[in-house]
């Protein structure tokens, strides 16, 4: 068994972890304070090949591989969860859906852009009343002289609200079937497009440089060309790409557990208290020890489903399992760092406040823990269908 990561996904990481120290790093505070998404460092991205590395090489992209992508991520995520964040929506999401159901004309119009990270992109499933129920969306889409006409709204939408924002690939409701069951078609909305209104910035308790937005349909009217994959099919073909967005959003909890481990190391090697530094008391040790285990055991749960994917494996089991547990552990992580740090981890100058601010809504995004939970149980019971 090799634990090594490959040459090239090391040579990637170290890319990365340069572009952080040097592009992420010292601006990180100020952007989270004024709440804004750095347009001009993610072009930087994209300059340095880093926008699409999922997306196939004859559109732009790197064609990476989801181990080399996870190992960026430690990288971006360690430097700053609001960014990495972003770049996750766009990198997944936002990108995958084209990848995988795209026409050859919508590859080469709004996936090239994307991958050359030249715009970014968002993708609009959550509502004001539908959130882990996917299938329980109200927006809908009905057809009109060569298009559809979309109305309803999307809530806590990453990226449409930028300036360098392509637009948003929306699911909505088409119709129903004979059995009564619903349809449900995906459309890509450029950002523009007449009757679809961006709402103002919302404030979060954390990723504070994060654009994240509702967006309202009224009338907003798409030809069908703007339609991705096959109508009717569209709630199947995003589950057939949210496990990959599964794995991303582990790393970038991985990332942030790294992240807080590291600030608690480092502070208790410094901070002194009754003549000793923190690192000399069993306490904190035992802390760090249990930190440092649990992070290890969060890597090798996200590479694990991050070479399932890379090498054509079921992975939907390992992606639920590794994105339950790794934001779990940041959560932990971030929690016992600030104890460590103290007061000095209450004020809003250190960084690891900013971690620990960050890591609530890993256990929400991308399908909560309790749908990974439930994902996770139907897997394991249809192991034991057979009365084995």
């Not at 490959?6 to 040579?11: D, I, T, V």
């Not at 770049?87 to 026409?103: D, M, Q």
Request: aromatic share 8%.
């Amino acid at each position: 068994m090799d634990l090594d990561l490959p040459a090239e996904a090391l040579e990637l990481q170290g890319l990365c972890r340069d572009f952080a120290e040097k592009e992420i790093e010292p601006h990180a505070e100020s952007w989270s304070e004024e709440e804004r998404f750095p347009s001009d460092v993610f072009l930087k991205m994209g300059e340095l090949d880093l926008a699409g590395l999922l997306v196939p090489e004859e559109y732009g992209g790197a064609d990476a591989g989801y181990v080399a992508y996870v190992a960026a991520m430690e990288a971006i995520g360690h430097a700053d969860q609001s960014f990495a964040a972003a770049w996750n929506a766009h990198s997944t999401i936002a990108s995958l859906p084209l990848v995988a159901f795209g026409t050859e004309e919508q590859k080469q119009k709004w996936l090239t852009p994307l991958a050359k990270g030249t715009r970014i992109g968002a993708f609009g499933l959550t509502e004001p009343t539908a959130g882990s129920d996917a299938a329980g969306i109200r927006t809908n889409a009905r057809r009109d002289s060569g298009g559809w006409i979309i109305n309803g709204a999307k809530m806590f939408i990453t990226n449409a609200g930028t300036d360098i924002s392509l637009g948003v690939t929306v699911l909505a409701v088409t119709g129903t079937n004979d059995d009564g069951t619903k349809r449900y078609g995906t459309f890509f909305v450029p950002t523009g497009t007449e009757g679809y209104t961006v709402g103002r910035p919302l404030r979060k308790i954390g990723w504070h440089a994060m654009d994240t937005r509702e967006l309202v349909f009224s009338d907003c009217w798409v030809p069908d060309e703007n339609v991705i994959g096959i109508e009717g099919n569209g709630l199947r073909q995003f589950l057939d790409v949210l496990d990959g967005g599964r794995i991303s959003v582990a790393a970038l909890g991985l990332s942030l557990a790294q992240a807080a481990l590291d600030l608690a190391a480092v502070h208790a090697g410094q901070r002194e208290q009754f003549g000793r530094t923190l690192s000399q008391f069993q306490a904190v040790q035992h802390k760090l020890a249990d930190m440092a285990t649990e992070v290890d055991a969060a890597r090798s749960l996200v590479y694990r489903a991050a070479w399932l994917a890379d090498n054509g494996r079921p992975f939907s089991e390992a992606a639920a399992m590794a994105k339950l547990y790794a934001s779990e552990v940041a959560n932990r992580a971030a929690s016992a760092s600030v104890q460590i740090h103290g007061g000095y981890g209450y004020v809003r100058e250190s960084a690891i406040s900013r971690f620990y601010a960050d890591a609530k809504i890993l256990e929400i995004g991308e399908g909560t823990n309790e749908i990974q939970r439930n994902v996770i149980a139907r897997s394991v019971m249809g192991r034991y269908s057979t009365g084995r």
